[in-house]
């Protein structure tokens, strides 16, 4: 039986709510066990990113408890938030957010140095991930002289640097072409499977939404639908 990384508990976000309340998420339950490669999917306006940043702790609920590994992430400090997300949680933003005076190494590295991971541990890990991302002949080169889909590798890498115990990707491929797209997702698909990493994506494309194990549809802030195509192969 695979662990449980994520308990959100009748979790609930409304924006505005002393004037006219916009409820974003209303009264979600959600369990995902580690080795889920999971979407949410849902039209605009659904919730999906929401609930995606509510998870990451990147925003607060006003209704509900969310425990990531067993932690009450709800009861933690803003200071607490910062360091527990550093630890546990990589991100992969649609925008990229690599930081552009920086080259593609720096970038994968920056989260360790956050972590205070020593030089050669570092250094290693980041040469690893960038021959699985395929970059290794682009590590000294800034974002503003990489394509979408290099950029987002990068962005990928550097999510999966410190090793979290899950990733959540907001759009991850709503910037790239076809062949950008497919190439990310066989990166993720392999890690997910090699690594049993666990994988979140927020998403309107069918190419992610086609290789989901497990398929979370909302509707106005609620789930909809919860299907899983295919048993934990962990």
């Known amino acids: 039986m695979n662990q449980t990384v994520i308990d959100a508990h009748d979790v609930s976000k409304t924006y505005n709510p002393e004037a006219i309340p916009v409820p974003a998420v209303n009264h979600v339950h959600l369990h995902i066990e580690q080795g889920e490669f999971t979407a949410l999917v849902g039209p605009s306006g659904s919730g999906k990113t929401t609930l995606l940043n509510l998870i990451g702790g990147l925003d607060r609920p006003t209704g509900g408890k969310i425990f990531i590994n067993g932690v009450d992430i709800t009861q933690l400090s803003d200071n607490q938030l910062i360091d527990f997300r550093l630890h546990h949680i990589g ?70 640097a410190s090793k979290p115990q899950f990733i959540l990707a907001d759009e991850p491929t709503a910037n790239l072409d076809s062949k950008a797209a497919a190439n990310l997702l066989d990166i993720m698909y392999k890690l997910n499977q090699e690594e049993n990493m666990t994988f979140i994506f927020s998403t309107h494309d069918k190419r992610v939404i086609d290789r989901a194990r497990r398929v979370v549809t909302l509707v106005d802030g609620r789930i909809d639908s919860d299907t899983a195509f295919k048993p934990l192969e962990h």
């Open 91 to 160: 991100f992969v933003f649609q925008s990229f957010n690599l930081i552009p005076v920086l080259t593609a190494k720096e970038n994968i590295e920056f989260i360790l140095l956050l972590q205070g991971v020593d030089k050669t541990t570092r250094e290693k890990r980041v040469l690893q991930l960038l021959k699985e991302i395929g970059l290794e002949d682009k590590m000294n080169v800034r974002p503003s002289q990489l394509s979408g889909g290099q950029q987002q590798r990068v962005a990928v890498a550097r999510a999966l």
